[in-house]
């Protein structure tokens, strides 16, 4: 069974950094794309950005970009978010997703459709 299992999130001041990871098990870690996406208080979940398989091409919300930087590690099965001078605006509940990395994942990135497998969230405060 696939997990994904996030960490990092945490209360931080406005203009500090904090390193979101996801680690993932239960599959393969190639060939599947994974990104982040959060979700604030009654709002809609939204994304922040994606890695491919291969870790050559990455994709940022224009909100974040920028200031957010994502990377993978194959050898330890792990997706990062690094997060860098983080606005009150970016309080969320950020949450891990991977899909399979199909020619429509390319269109399709930016929504919640392509993605498989979820995980449960890291809470993530900046403090105006």
């Known amino acids: 069974q696939v997990q994904l299992v996030e960490s990092g999130g945490g209360l931080v001041q406005a203009g500090g950094s904090l390193r979101l990871s996801c680690v993932a098990s239960g599959r393969p870690f190639s060939r599947y794309a994974t990104a982040w996406f959060r979700q604030a208080p009654g709002r809609e979940r939204e994304f922040v950005s994606a890695?491919?398989?291969?870790?050559?091409?990455?994709y940022y919300a224009d909100s974040v970009k920028g200031r957010f930087t994502i990377s993978r590690d194959d050898t330890k099965n792990t997706v990062y978010l690094q997060m860098n001078s983080l606005k009150s605006e970016d309080t969320a509940v950020y949450y891990c997703?991977?899909?399979?990395?199909?020619?429509?994942?390319?269109?399709?990135?930016?929504?919640?459709?392509?993605?498989?497998?979820w995980g449960m969230g890291t809470q993530v405060t900046v403090s105006s």
């Open positions: 997703a991977d899909g399979r990395e199909t020619p429509d994942f390319f269109a399709y990135y930016r929504r919640k459709d392509p993605y498989e497998h």
């Open positions: 890695v491919t398989w291969s870790g050559l091409r990455t």
